[in-house]
Nanobody, 124 residues
Framework: QVQLVESGGGLVQAGGSLRLSCTAS????????MAWFRQAPGKEREFVAC????????QYVNSVKGRFTISRDNPKNTLYLQMNSLRPEDTAVYYC?????????????????WGQGTQVTVSS
């Protein structure tokens, strides 16, 4: 099994920045592609960004391109999401997730392991 623990959420004003972290433990050898999803109240869980283990290939949802950067530190089993120029519509619970598969994926059904989530609130 794999455990994922997020940190770094909080309250920030519009235009501000936050950096989310996610540390994996347990059977981390099973982890390949990792991703961030988010879920706002009353909405479905939404793909934000993913990154592969090998080569660090990335994919982003259009609404965060140019503002968010996903990265990972494989020796530390840690995933990051640098979020700049935050907007009120970015307010959501952000989830770290990982999959056994090695390719990029944007559906929550493609991911095997999930963290508990961290709240990000952007005030206007």
């Amino acid at each position: 099994q794999v455990q994922l623990v997020e940190s770094g959420g909080g309250l920030v004003q519009a235009g501000g920045s936050l950096r989310l972290s996610c540390t994996a433990s347990g059977r981390t050898i099973d982890i390949n592609t990792m991703a961030w999803f988010r879920q706002a109240p009353g909405k479905e869980r939404e793909f934000v960004a993913c990154i592969t283990r090998i080569y660090g290939r990335t994919q982003y949802v259009n609404s965060v391109k140019g503002r968010f950067t996903i990265s990972r530190d494989n020796p530390k089993n840690t995933l990051y999401l640098q979020m700049n120029s935050l907007r009120p519509e970015d307010t959501a619970v952000y989830y770290c997730t990982a999959r056994v598969g090695t390719t990029m994926a944007s559906s929550p059904n493609d991911y095997n392991y999930w963290g508990q989530g961290t709240q990000v609130t952007v005030s206007s």
